[in-house]
């Protein structure tokens, strides 16, 4: 079994649509991540979940908006997508050290 | 969190030893050094990490060195699987239940056949 799994691994959507990128995890741990992994490769830390309440935004746009329905899922909504939010996006979680990630959601912005 | 300063990429004949440098030479007292790698197309994954002793698992080594301004990962017998990125990161333990790591570029490593 995945432990952090995400969909969908890739998506393609154009300019002012809104979309959404699922995470869960089967590890049972209380703290889940967002991160962006930008065309330059630079992994940024989003948001963070710490049983279902928001611990780190790191000034990301409001049309970014994490929700946490319970602690085995994090999902990420974007609404009126930009093309510079085309970028891959990791899920990752962990309870101590160390972060466990997903593979990833490639989102493509056209 | 503490800056770290890796070259940019390294390569390394399968079978050989990797050893991947990291400079870390505001590191404070209490600040861990973490390794993780990124495989193509995957998610990052932890391989590593210590305080001040030397460490080691069934992936790697860490080496840190006296003064804990710098640190190496041996990978000891490097397969071409091993070809990723690999990040060096230091970071305090986490406070409030979120850990905060920081990514900076990482070593690009070719293992080559």
């Known amino acids: 079994d995945t432990a952090v799994s995400q969909t969908p691994k890739y998506l393609v959507t154009q300019m002012g649509n809104d979309k959404s990128i699922k995470c869960e995890q089967n590890l049972g741990h209380d703290t889940m991540y967002w991160y962006k992994q930008d065309s330059k490769k630079f992994l940024k830390i989003m948001f963070s979940y710490n049983n279902k309440e928001l611990i780190i935004n790191e000034t990301v746009p409001n049309r970014f908006s994490p929700k946490s329905p319970d602690k085995a899922h994090l999902n990420l909504h974007i609404n009126s997508l930009e093309l510079g939010d085309s970028a891959v996006y990791f899920c990752?979680?962990?309870?101590?050290?160390?972060?466990?990630f997903g593979n990833g959601t490639r989102l493509t912005v056209t | 969190d503490a800056k770290t300063t890796q070259p940019p990429s390294m390569d390394c004949a399968e079978g050989r030893a990797a050893n991947l440098p990291c400079n870390h030479s505001?590191?404070?007292?209490?600040?861990?050094v973490y390794w993780y790698r990124q495989i193509h197309s995957q998610g990052p994954q932890y391989i590593i990490h210590g305080l001040k002793n030397n460490e080691t698992n069934e992936m790697a080594s860490l080496i840190i060195t006296e003064d804990r301004k710098s640190s190496t990962l041996i990978l000891p017998h490097a397969t071409l699987r091993d070809t990723a990125v690999y990040y060096c990161i230091v970071r305090a333990p986490s406070q409030g239940g979120s850990e905060k790591l920081v990514f900076g570029k990482g070593t690009k490593l070719t293992v080559n056949p």
């Open positions: 990752a979680t962990h309870a101590g050290s160390p972060l466990h």
């Open positions: 505001t590191i404070s007292g209490n600040e861990y």
